[in-house]
């Protein structure tokens, strides 16, 4: 079933400026998992809002195209998390404990006391924050907000949950214990996400969606997706080229246990010698 889909759709911040999305075709499915990659300004943190619904905020945009969102599994209009590459914004900081700025989004929902208890532990558990869960949102360092707010919208446990750039202010071993976080929420949910980080794109993505300008050049499995073509609009790390280099030359260690997605990506970053 389609969350979300968008036919020809252009969208400019104001009347007179360039379209930060410009005739875009998109569908996400339900327990889907998209990443969308690209260069600074290509689109990505722009398609997430407008697929959020968000965009309603910027009275002065302009619209062309259709944007369809479908209706969840209880018959109403699917609902949508989102983790904002701003996410600082979204901490409400009216709440004296990590655990309550968590409920909120619960009673936001109106769910009854007892399911919200239920729905903040395992979003707490989940995230791993349970060492921060009694202390003050005003204490916390920059990833630990990031964690606080990615766990409220899970709490909420939306139809389709929308994180831009959400590895922003994680160290490597939370930006890996993530990617198993997400894998594991996509058989309840549809994903959207905004990052460009390879190894995770590998790990947690169905899909991967390039854009350049406002504009899809890439869609498919990542393995497909990143070409000769498609990789100058990608914002990979300098070390891609080295592994690129290694594995040409015949220096890779072959006795290395390297992960199934690593191997992935290194059979993607070979069609860098190849055709398009």
């Given at each position: 079933m389609k969350i979300v889909s968008l036919t020809e759709f252009s969208l400019s911040y104001t009347k007179d400026s360039p379209p930060a999305l410009n005739g875009i075709n998109f569908d996400l499915n339900s327990r889907e998992s998209v990443v969308v990659s690209g260069l600074s300004g290509s689109g990505k943190s722009t398609l997430c809002l407008a697929i959020a619904g968000l965009t309603?905020?910027?009275p002065a945009m302009t619209f062309k195209g259709v944007i369809r969102r479908s209706d969840g599994a209880n018959g109403e209009r699917a609902r949508v998390g989102i983790v904002l590459q701003n996410f600082y914004s979204q901490i409400t900081y009216l709440r004296s404990t990590v655990m309550e700025e968590i409920a909120f989004s619960c009673e936001n929902l109106g769910l009854p006391r007892q399911e919200t208890v239920r729905r903040v532990s395992e979003a707490i558990d989940m995230v791993r924050i349970g060492h921060l869960?009694?202390?003050s949102p005003l204490e916390l360092s920059g990833g630990e907000k990031q964690k606080v707010v990615l766990a409220a919208a899970i709490a909420g446990k939306p139809d389709l949950l929308v994180l831009d750039e959400p590895l922003s202010q994680l160290d490597p071993e939370s930006t890996a214990y993530l990617g198993g976080v997400l894998t594991e929420l996509k058989r309840e949910m549809a994903l959207l996400i905004a990052e460009n980080d390879p190894y995770f794109i590998l790990k947690v993505a169905d899909?991967?969606?390039?854009?350049s300008e406002g504009k899809?050049?890439?869609?498919?499995?990542?393995?497909e997706a990143i070409t000769r073509s498609s990789v100058a609009y990608l914002d990979l790390p300098a070390w891609t080229m080295c592994v690129a280099?290694?594995?040409e030359e015949g220096i890779t260690r072959e006795n290395r246990q390297a992960p199934p997605y690593e191997l992935n990506y290194r059979k993607a970053i070979s069609a860098l010698k190849g055709p398009n």
């Open positions: 309603e905020t910027f869960a009694d202390r899909r991967l969606v390039v854009l899809i050049v890439a869609d498919g499995p990542p393995e280099k290694a594995d």
